[in-house]
């Protein structure tokens, strides 16, 4: 069978695939290499052959998760390497390289889905945008703190914004300005997170009008795909590119 993996800032998102390349047989998000590898172990049934993944981490991490994956499992891995331009898509960064691998496998992916001009929206650890035209051309994108880096700061530079997660959970019901902490700040980041996605989407229709798709990906795109009903929820938009890129022969 084939792993997949997808290796964010925050967490790694993995998937097993039948031998056919095309019909996924488990998957699950996991915080750590070694709850990755224990979640794979307790699944010894999967005889793993082959490994593809995409990476964000350091190449140093990404080094040794390759080399425990070959130990344990005998795997062979094959990574996605940056690309300047690859199925019918041109990278749009100045240097090609620096542009983050999950953003190219997701606009490759979202580009291919499309089969035209495409905004790819993904909420991790970071919320990133990418534009890709109907010629293929990538315009670029834009990079901000995603819902769990915007929460975070706020709670660790200032003394008095103290709140656990279910309050933040329940803080979430309603929009309404906030009448207590947890509500004024979940719901001050939610609709900054919101304002960003309209913004995109404005940008989108003065390059392009009505004639784009747009893509939401990524752990916390379940927050923002009510303020674009029109777009395309796809959680394993990056795994799409990702075939594109390390095809397995
Ligand atoms: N099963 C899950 N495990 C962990 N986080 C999840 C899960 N489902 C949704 N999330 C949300 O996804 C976010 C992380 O998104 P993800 O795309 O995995 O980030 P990254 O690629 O940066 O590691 C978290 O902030 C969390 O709110
Ligand atoms: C922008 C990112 C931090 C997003 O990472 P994520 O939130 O998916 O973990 C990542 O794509 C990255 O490290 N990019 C390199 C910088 C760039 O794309 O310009
Ligand atoms: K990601």
Redesign the pocket.
Known sequence: MILELDC???FIKWRVLRPDGITPVEGGVVGSDDDLLASLNDAKKFQLEKCRLVS?RTQAETDSLVASLVDVFGVSVVRAMPAREMAGVRNG?EDYE??????WLALLGGFHLASGACLVL?F???V?ADFVAADGGHLGGF?CP?MPLMRNQLRTHTRKIRYDDIAAERAHESLAPGRATVEAVERGCMLMLRGFVLTQLELAEQYWGKDFVVFLT?GDANLVSGVVPEARVVPDLVFVGLAMACPLS
Not at 98 to 103: A, E, H, I, N, T
């Open positions: 964010g800032n925050s964000v960064y620096r542009l983050g691998l999950d953003r993904d991790g650890t970071a990133t990079i995603g990524g």
